[in-house]
């Protein structure tokens, strides 16, 4: 197929001072998208302005922004600036997030609160304003990154995983609450070797940092983003040169109309056998596979 272009579109992408969202603002850059750049410079990684000077020294129409979207009124003015700054929005990546390594049991309620606000609701809130803009252009395209770990669990990292969680959750909502405009909200769930996940992969020597390179992942987010994108409330992990589905589905399970306690003991095999499993676009869908047909 021809390359894909973003000339003219305008991107906004969330913790793209560093790691991931610095690769993604500066392909969608080089591919002809205006970009505006927020980070807060945590985990080390340059402020916003550095990397938005580094762009606009390469001829690439950038603005920066230093607020933090765990924030609602700060979430909320980085999106109208950026319809300010450029006159639309038509791509939204949220990547920006923190990290958190405790157990359900051990978990501070500040920590859980602070890790929810900077991933879910700052998710959230970027998502929400940029919704409406783009419901008055008829036009938008949304990645939310979320994680294998939101979509599988984890041990040890109860706040990410349940932030993590409910953006795919919140993403598959904004997806159908959109689909009847040109609006396509999808997530990506990247393995990459970033500031914040260098703990984790420091100790895998199996995974070297070049097959963790971000540059494996930008390519499945400019798909996602893309005015041909044909996806919507879908889910794709992204890393090592691979991308793949991630899906939630149903089996068919063992119904009966008298159902005890001990049928359900009995039948445990028919219940969690995967064969004839369905995926459903949305929850109304599994009326169809309990109810009788006529």
């Not at 894909?4 to 793209?16: P, Q, R």
């Not at 003015?77 to 791509?91: A, K, N, P, Y």
């Not at 990410?160 to 953006?167: D, E, H, L």
């Not at 041909?228 to 992990?237: A, H, R």
């Amino acid at each position: 197929m021809a390359q894909c272009d973003f000339n003219g579109k305008v991107a906004l992408v969330t913790g793209a001072g560093g790691g991931l969202g610095r690769q993604h603002a500066l392909e969608l850059a080089q591919r002809g998208a205006k970009v505006m750049v927020n980070d807060v410079g945590a985990y080390g990684t340059p402020t916003a302005r550095v990397f938005v000077d580094e762009l606009l020294s390469m001829g690439f129409d950038a603005e920066c922004d230093t607020g933090s979207v765990a924030e609602e009124k700060n979430a909320v003015s980085l999106v109208e600036r950026t319809v300010e700054r450029f006159g639309r929005i038509d791509i939204l990546i949220n990547n920006a997030g923190a990290g958190e390594a405790t157990t359900v049991q051990d978990t501070d309620s500040e920590d859980f609160e602070a890790l929810l606000r900077v991933h879910l609701f700052g998710t959230m809130w970027t998502q929400r304003t940029a919704l409406r803009q783009m419901r008055r252009q008829n036009y938008g395209r949304i990645v939310n990154t979320a994680s294998a770990l939101g979509a599988f669990g984890s041990p040890a990292a109860a706040a990410y995983v349940t932030a993590k969680s409910g953006i795919i959750g919140l993403s598959k909502a904004a997806a159908l609450d959109n689909a009847d405009c040109d609006i396509k909200v999808n997530v990506l769930c990247p393995i990459a070797y970033t500031p914040m996940a260098k703990p984790f992969f420091d100790a895998q020597s199996r995974l070297s940092e070049d097959r963790l390179h971000v540059r494996r992942v930008t390519p499945v987010v400019l798909f996602l983003a893309h005015e041909n994108c044909p996806v919507t409330g879908e889910v794709l992990s992204a890393g090592l040169g691979r991308v793949a589905r991630i899906f939630t589905a149903t089996v068919p399970g063992y119904s009966s109309e008298t159902l005890s306690c001990e049928e359900v003991f009995e039948n445990v095999d028919a219940i969690f056998d995967a064969t004839g499993y369905r995926i459903l676009k949305s929850s109304l869908e599994q009326y169809d596979t309990v109810l009788p047909t006529d």
